[in-house]
């Protein structure tokens, strides 16, 4: 789930595209959402962090014939969770995934046979619903058949629900540039969708022209003028075009993006190669502990960025200081709660998880 930007929106386009608000009404839009993708099977998962986890990933054919995977789906994970009060979405594709999913939806037999695999999955291994993760569709046709195939698990889920006599969730992860939300229709959304995962992240990477933040708060006055991008302006643009924030939920990486140049937003054209593209929290911290790496606050995006102890490599990521400042701003923007890319990345030897620790005590402060 970590998608590399399909296109670079401009600072205007987020302007020209906002649309009048549309009011909503949401059942139980109060309770705030905590949420943490499980990619494999981590060793131990602090349970009382979460209120929902996404079970990643649950892949298929283009024939809609779903391909066995070693650790989704998973009983234990489920009946764990369940005991510790935690709801388990299962996570359907990713990054990667989405010519499938469009081949699937411009054959009738093959959406069929993907939608009955799907809900005997989430019925056999008792998950509390879907969280759809087709990135990105970005056409005419793939448009049709995303919301063709969002418009089924919704009515199928809706209907398990009842035989479970409990609520069954429709989620889905949704990219951070206007260019790809647009293709996006809110009154769709409403209408099937329980909240939606932003994956404000990966704004920069190896194909930017410069080594910018991957998830700035922020915009930084040193980006390309024409290249504008943040985390506040994802969130502006989708709630100025009328979805309501209750709806939203706000990505929070647990990883930072590497670029071999000796400062942050330096032209990378004729850069080398980093060593490598992305970096864990847990490599960051303890490349950071080893005190050779020097650790760099950017006071305008509020986010750290890591020095290399030769001055050729940097890595932009989030710390419990920016994983913090980017929660109090998500509550104070009324946002549905906010998520992790993925829960054991910042799992350290001492067995806390000192970035989602800090996002879940902001999150759930008490006002004096």
Same mark, same amino acid.
């Given at each position: 789930?970590r998608?590399?930007?399909?296109?670079?929106?401009?600072?205007?386009?987020f302007?020209a595209?906002c649309q009048?608000?549309?009011?909503?009404?949401?059942?139980?839009a109060?309770?705030?959402v905590?949420v943490?993708?499980?990619?494999g099977m981590?060793?131990?998962i602090?349970y009382k962090l979460y209120?929902?986890l996404?079970?990643a990933?649950v892949?298929?054919?283009?024939?809609?014939?779903?391909?066995p995977?070693?650790n989704v789906?998973n009983?234990e994970?489920?009946?764990?969770?369940?005991q510790a009060?935690?709801?388990v979405l299962v996570s359907l594709g990713?990054?990667?995934?989405?010519?499938?999913f469009?081949a699937m939806?411009l054959d009738p037999?093959a959406?069929?046979?993907y939608?009955s695999?799907?809900?005997?999955?989430?019925d056999k291994?008792d998950?509390?619903?879907?969280?759809?993760?087709?990135?990105?569709?970005d056409?005419?046709i793939e448009?049709?058949?995303f919301?063709?195939l969002?418009r089924?698990?919704?009515q199928?889920?809706d209907?398990?629900g009842k035989?479970k006599n409990?609520?069954?969730l429709?989620?889905m992860?949704?990219?951070?540039?206007?260019t790809?939300?647009?293709?996006?229709?809110n009154?769709?959304?409403?209408e099937?969708?329980d909240?939606?995962?932003?994956?404000t992240?990966d704004?920069c990477?190896?194909w930017?022209?410069?080594?910018g933040?991957?998830s700035?708060?922020? $915009?930084?006055?040193k980006?390309?003028?024409d290249?504008? !991008?943040?985390?506040e302006m994802?969130? *502006?643009?989708?709630? =100025?075009r009328g979805?309501?924030?209750n709806?939203?939920a706000?990505?929070?990486?647990?990883?930072?993006?590497?670029?071999?140049?000796?400062?942050?937003?330096a032209?990378?054209?004729t850069?080398?190669?980093?060593?490598?593209?992305s970096a864990n929290y847990?490599?960051i911290e303890?490349m950071?502990r080893?005190g050779?790496?020097?650790?760099?606050?950017d006071?305008?995006?509020?986010?750290?960025?890591?020095?290399?102890?030769?001055?050729n490599?940097?890595i932009?990521y989030?710390d419990?200081?920016?994983?913090?400042i980017?929660t109090?701003?998500?509550?104070?923007?009324?946002l549905?709660?906010?998520?992790f890319w993925q829960i054991d $990345?910042?799992?350290l030897?001492n067995g806390?998880?000192? !970035?989602q620790?800090?996002a879940?005590? *902001?999150l759930?402060r =008490?006002?004096p």
């Amino acid at each position: 789930m970590r998608p590399r930007a399909k296109a670079i929106a401009l600072l205007g386009f987020f302007i020209a595209l906002c649309q009048p608000a549309f009011a909503a009404t949401v059942e139980n839009a109060e309770n705030k959402v905590f949420v943490g993708y499980v990619s494999g099977m981590p060793k131990e998962i602090h349970y009382k962090l979460y209120t929902h986890l996404c079970h990643a990933f649950v892949v298929a054919e283009k024939d809609g014939t779903l391909i066995p995977q070693e650790n989704v789906p998973n009983h234990e994970l489920a009946r764990e969770a369940h005991q510790a009060g935690v709801e388990v979405l299962v996570s359907l594709g990713g990054w990667g995934w989405d010519e499938k999913f469009a081949a699937m939806s411009l054959d009738p037999l093959a959406e069929d046979r993907y939608v009955s695999a799907v809900m005997n999955l989430v019925d056999k291994f008792d998950y509390d619903g879907i969280d759809l993760d087709w990135e990105y569709p970005d056409t005419n046709i793939e448009i049709v058949g995303f919301e063709r195939l969002a418009r089924r698990f919704r009515q199928a889920l809706d209907e398990l629900g009842k035989k479970k006599n409990r609520q069954m969730l429709l989620t889905m992860a949704a990219a951070a540039h206007p260019t790809t939300l647009e293709w996006l229709n809110n009154d769709f959304l409403l209408e099937t969708m329980d909240w939606i995962n932003v994956m404000t992240y990966d704004y920069c990477g190896s194909w930017a022209k410069f080594a910018g933040h991957h998830s700035p708060l922020f $915009a930084s006055s040193k980006m390309p003028a024409d290249e504008v !991008l943040s985390t506040e302006m994802t969130i *502006n643009y989708l709630t =100025k075009r009328g979805l309501p924030a209750n709806r939203l939920a706000l990505g929070l990486p647990l990883y930072g993006r590497a670029f071999a140049v000796p400062e942050p937003y330096a032209n990378t054209t004729t850069a080398p190669k980093p060593r490598r593209e992305s970096a864990n929290y847990q490599e960051i911290e303890q490349m950071h502990r080893g005190g050779k790496w020097v650790r760099k606050w950017d006071d305008e995006t509020k986010n750290p960025w890591l020095i290399s102890p030769d001055h050729n490599e940097i890595i932009g990521y989030d710390d419990s200081e920016s994983i913090a400042i980017k929660t109090q701003w998500a509550e104070e923007q009324g946002l549905r709660g906010v998520f992790f890319w993925q829960i054991d $990345a910042d799992r350290l030897p001492n067995g806390t998880n000192p !970035l989602q620790e800090a996002a879940h005590e *902001n999150l759930y402060r =008490k006002s004096p």
